[in-house]
Nanobody, 124 residues
Framework: QVQLVESGGGLVQAGGSLRLTCVASGPTYSDYAMAWFRQAPGKEREFVGAISRSGNSLRYAGSVRGRFTISRDNAKKAVYLQMNSLEPEDTAVYYC?????????????????WGQGTQVTVSS
């Protein structure tokens, strides 16, 4: 069983940066691939990016590639999402998710555990 708690969301102006953190509980965090998803009002949840169990492999959605960076610290049981050059279109609730595998994909159905989400609002 893994519990995930996100933090770091907030209100930022376009062009600004935010760093989201997701901390996991449970003894086997390093056995899980991690990912970030987001959901804007009235839209379906969408994939943002994923990081492998080891942290050596990364995958990003095209809309955020080059602006967002995912990293993890297995000793701290944490995964991070550094978001730069934020745009109003990035406004959404951001969720972290865990998949009991080496490296997860981009479908939300692959992930076993989810956090409660943290709101990111980008003003123009």
């Amino acid at each position: 069983q893994v519990q995930l708690v996100e933090s770091g969301g907030g209100l930022v102006q376009a062009g600004g940066s935010l760093r989201l953190t997701c901390v996991a509980s449970g003894p086997t965090y390093s056995d899980y691939a991690m990912a970030w998803f987001r959901q804007a009002p009235g839209k379906e949840r969408e994939f943002v990016g994923a990081i492998s169990r080891s942290g050596n492999s990364l995958r990003y959605a095209g809309s955020v590639r080059g602006r967002f960076t995912i990293s993890r610290d297995n000793a701290k049981k944490a995964v991070y999402l550094q978001m730069n050059s934020l745009e109003p279109e990035d406004t959404a609730v951001y969720y972290c998710a865990a998949d009991y595998s080496t490296f997860g994909g981009s479908r939300s159905s692959e992930y076993d555990y989810w956090g409660q989400g943290t709101q990111v609002t980008v003003s123009s």
